[in-house]
């Protein structure tokens, strides 16, 4: 693959603007070939549907979002339902050939203060979908949030405790990691924990950190915005054995999501030239 063939966009960067049939058709007509899909957005269409739409136009799913969230089933009934989920997930990833389903842990049931049971069940909830997800040939990627999200979203935040699950879990490819240039690129043992992970990374993720960021999820910046050294966290990737593409997914309620979209797109590819 030439460099521009390994782009990707995760279609969260257009959400406010494009359905998943007009990201497809609107990212293709860009050039793209990669794109990470969303499950609340596949519904609007259906697997099949979209799988069709997705062969028809050369499109590679570099990511199916979002799994995991296991921290947050409080009780035995909420861990079924939540298991239940991922397993859906886990087909319709299969279904449109996704090279991973994005995992992220979930952050604490309302009213708990036990994040150490919250990383405990996530633990536990894992191991129980890992042979799922091995008959249906796909992988987890454990995607390591930023602690600044740890309550919220996920109490799984450094690339450490991702690779010592892995070690924990002893799968094979069905468990990987989703590694994200804004979730980690504060970590001191970053390189370390990169080269420790090596081949298990399955997704790499890129935005942009803001130094004025105002919002805990929604303020993600465009590539070459921000302070974050992408080129570099990308060449570490890489030199682990990553061979994948490079997926921009930029969560930005405030500008990117109020833009016209065939703008961000234009945008995207101008700055994967020079800032990844
Ligand atoms: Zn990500």
Known sequence: MSDYERLAINQVTTREQWSLRE???????????????????LAEI???????LLRDHGMSVTGYCVGGLLAEAADGSAMQACLDYNRRLIDEAAEIQARC???????????SKDIDAARQRC???????????????????????HPMVCALR????????ANDWCDQLG????????????????????????ERAGKRIVAFHVSDWLPDTRDLRLDRGMPGDGVIDIPKIRRMA???????????????????????PDEVVETVKARYANHI
């Open 171 to 194: 799968a094979g490819a069905e468990l990987g990691i989703a590694l994200d240039t804004y979730n980690v690129w504060w970590d001191p043992e970053l390189e370390a924990q990169i």
């Open 46 to 52: 259906g697997a099949g549907e979209a799988a069709r």
């Open 123 to 145: 633990l536990e909830g894992l191991d129980k979908l890992l042979p799922h997800a091995k008959r249906a040939g796909v992988t987890l990627g454990l995607e390591p949030l």
């Open 154 to 161: 996920s109490c799984l935040s450094t690339l450490r405790q």
């Open 238 to 260: 890489e030199a682990a054995g990553y061979t994948g593409y490079r997926e921009i997914e930029i969560l930005s309620a405030r500008d990117w999501w109020r833009r016209d």
């Open 101 to 111: 389903v994005v995992f992220i842990g979930g952050g604490l049931p309302a009213g």
């Open 23 to 41: 990201a497809i058709e609107g990212y293709a007509r860009h050039g793209i070939r990669g794109i990470a899909v969303w499950h609340d957005k």
